[in-house]
């Protein structure tokens, strides 16, 4: 069954670094998201990517994130300088033409 | 007001009963909705959705929609120690289709 996965599963980082995380949606779904879950928390919306461009950004994801497709089949958070508070799972979503969104497993990014 | 909400539990139940999740949602404009499981420091797992009122079964599970009240739940016959986790209700906003969550209601089935 085919299914989305995230690289790496775990990442820890010192605050003020960039990370990268990485997705690899179900291969012929065209809508692509990222949300996070802070501990103990609601998993929360942070943006949405349709046809190569965002569709929907939260007023979580400010000028310090952005999200890429370099190729046909990955999808990509950048964190330009982390802080404390950006510590979180951070789920990759992607669905096709239903409804429907299918998650990845998840990274749990721990900033320092 | 919150758009979705749901009682955090936790529920503990044991081996063999019938569970009773639910949410409440408050914006009319929603049409789909899902539940999805959460297992500890894991990514949800979908697993129903529906469309419009009334109910969906698939398996052990039951999904069910009231429109009318805004109300919608999950019941999870004969439960198993397997069926410990989190479940979360989401709705897609009309629109932008980003899913709106609930807080989630941890389950817990002992033997």
């Known amino acids: 069954e085919p299914e989305v996965t995230q690289t790496p599963s775990h990442q820890v980082t010192q605050m003020g670094q960039e990370v990268i995380l990485r997705c690899v949606p179900i291969s012929n779904h065209l809508y692509f998201y990222w949300y996070r879950q802070i501990l103990g928390q609601k998993v929360e919306f942070l943006v949405s990517?349709?046809?190569?461009?965002?569709?929907?950004k939260s007023e979580i994801f400010d000028d310090q994130f952005s999200v890429e497709r370099p190729d046909g089949s990955n999808f990509t958070l950048k964190i330009r300088s982390t802080k404390l508070e950006d510590s979180a799972m951070y789920f990759c979503?992607?669905?096709?033409?239903?409804?429907?969104?299918?998650f990845g497993p998840g990274t749990r990014l721990l900033v320092l | 007001q919150k758009e979705v909400e749901q009682d955090p539990g936790p529920l503990s139940v044991p081996e063999g009963a019938i569970v009773s999740l639910n949410c409440t949602y408050s914006?009319?404009?929603?049409?789909?909705f899902m539940w999805y499981r959460q297992y500890s420091r894991k990514g949800p797992e979908l697993l129903m959705y529906?469309?419009?009122?009334g109910n969906k079964e698939d398996g052990r599970f039951t999904a069910q929609v009231d429109k009318s009240s805004k109300y919608i739940s999950l019941f999870i016959r004969d439960s198993q120690p397997s069926d410990s986790a989190t479940y979360l209700c989401a709705s897609p906003r009309v629109g932008d289709n980003k899913l709106i969550f609930g807080a989630g209601t941890r389950l817990a089935v002992h033997p």
């Open positions: 529906t469309y419009s009122s």
């Open positions: 979503a992607s669905r096709g033409a239903v409804e429907t969104q299918y």
């Open positions: 914006n009319s404009a929603f049409q789909y």
């Open positions: 990517f349709y046809n190569n461009e965002i569709s929907e």
